[in-house]
């Protein structure tokens, strides 16, 4: 999934729009899956695909200095989807927006969705992002670490030890549920 | 570094089986039409910049070369000298061919062209006639004394 001096960087840089459309068809799939682990919301997490490529837009002119395409873009998913998750905790919850959202939730057709989901919800965001961008943006440890500022070894413990959390959460689940 | 602990296994591979199916269609029209009316918009303000680049770039050169022509006019003379000098030219020419007539009237126009453009490129200052402090006569009895 690495792509060292990406091909598509040099249009992306130029400002090409037929480079952009590549772009969203290579990545928009795994951004957005990332993006709805994180922030659980449809609507959010659209959104979030949108500022991540308006950003890529604006910034075109620095990717020429970028090394690794995949690494880039899920950091700005990181930033982007931080700024939403502090805008929606600042915003009081409306009924019908909490409806859809857990309507829209990623594993709604997976037979224990509803228990992967409110799992994942109780983990610490930063736990929440590690298991969102190697589920679901494909990443290898290398990039993670990359994104996060950490060693590759550091990425992979704190992957391993969020899965532990999450394997608790849902251990826990149906003794909370009986009691 | 990839290695996953064996009771991690299944938990990974549930969590794989419950991904999202990819980015609902409408929004790959939403975000390629902002991202082609953000590079449209970014290509108009550059266009119109680099318009006001130009023009301001033509309006420098012609302020320099407007004032380069003035000063060159007012330092050396050259208004008085193109008012007059066709005349003045013609008029040096037929005094030179007078004075030497084995001269040709070409070889005599080229000596005045010549003589009149050494006329105005030294530079001769202007000096103040000298003020007379004393009369005369009152210096003359000084000296005699």
């Known amino acids: ?179 | 570094m990839d290695e996953l602990p064996g009771e991690l296994r299944p938990l990974e591979e549930e969590l794989l089986a419950s991904r999202w199916h990819g980015p609902p269609l409408e929004l790959r029209d939403r975000v390629l039409g902002d991202v082609q009316h953000q590079l449209a918009a970014e290509l108009r303000t550059s266009r119109r910049e680099s318009r006001w680049t130009f023009a301001a770039a033509v309006a420098v050169s012609l302020l320099v070369w407007m004032n380069l022509s003035i000063s060159a006019t007012t330092a050396t003379g050259g208004r008085a000298r193109l008012a007059s000098s066709a005349a003045e030219v013609d008029r040096l020419a037929a005094e030179i061919h007078e004075l030497l007539p084995e001269l040709s009237a070409a070889a005599a126009r080229r000596q005045a062209i010549l003589h009149r453009s050494c006329d105005t490129l030294v530079f001769r200052p202007e000096l103040p006639p000298p003020s007379i402090t004393q009369d005369p006569r009152e210096e003359l009895d000084r000296l005699s004394e």
């Open chain 1, 1 to 179: 999934m690495n792509h060292p001096g990406d091909p598509l960087l040099p249009d992306l840089a130029a400002g090409q729009s037929q480079a952009f459309g590549l772009l969203y068809d290579r990545f928009a799939g795994r951004l957005f899956g990332a993006a709805m682990r994180m922030l659980g919301r449809r609507e959010d997490a659209e959104d979030v695909v949108q500022e991540v490529f308006m950003a890529m837009v604006r910034s075109r002119g620095q990717l020429s200095k970028v090394d690794d395409l995949t690494a880039y873009l899920f950091t700005a998913l990181r930033h982007a989807a931080g700024r939403y998750a502090s805008r929606r905790a600042r915003q009081p919850v409306v009924a019908e927006a909490a409806e859809e959202a857990v309507a829209a939730q990623p594993g709604q057709d997976h037979p224990r969705g509803e228990e992967l989901r409110t799992a994942m919800a109780a983990l610490p965001p930063e736990q929440r992002e590690v298991i969102a961008m190697k589920i679901d943006g494909e990443l290898t440890f290398v990039q993670i670490g990359r994104v996060l500022g950490v060693s590759p070894n550091t990425a992979a413990s704190r992957y391993r030890y969020a899965l532990k959390k999450l394997r608790s959460a849902l251990q826990e689940a149906p003794e909370t549920a009986a009691e």
